[in-house]
Nanobody, 112 residues
Framework: QVQLVESGGGLVQSGGSLRLSCVGSGFTFSIYAMSWYRQAPGKERELVAS???????NYADSVKGRFTISRDNAKKTVYLQMNSLRPEDTAVYYCTREHRVWGQGTQVTVSS
């Protein structure tokens, strides 16, 4: 069964940090690009960051310099390190395997 499971969300104060993890199972993790998306209440889901098979990364302008995406193929895990968090980063964060497989999401709430 192909599955993605996110973890690491929570409540943090503005300026704080969180690290999200997404573990894949049921497929060969290393041959897929992976991405993190987020969806805030009343807003559309938006791309946060993506990482290619070779490790190339891409970020939304709103998170550049604050968030870092990385992957550990041996652990079948993609990470999102989030620093200098802001209230506007509050959302449910999802990981996806090339937009065809999605995790259940993890809530990130940043208080001001």
């Amino acid at each position: 069964q192909v599955q993605l499971v996110e973890s690491g969300g929570g409540l943090v104060q503005s300026g704080g940090s969180l690290r999200l993890s997404c573990v894949g199972s049921g497929f060969t993790f290393s041959i897929y690009a992976m991405s993190w998306y987020r969806q805030a209440p009343g807003k559309e889901r938006e791309l946060v960051a993506s990482i290619s098979i070779g490790g190339s990364t891409n970020y939304a302008d709103s998170v550049k310099g604050r968030f870092t995406i990385s992957r550990d193929n041996a652990k079948k895990t993609v990470y999102l390190q989030m620093n200098s968090l802001r209230p506007e980063d509050t959302a449910v964060y999802y990981c996806t395997r090339e937009h065809r497989v999605w995790g259940q999401g993890t809530q990130v709430t940043v208080s001001s």
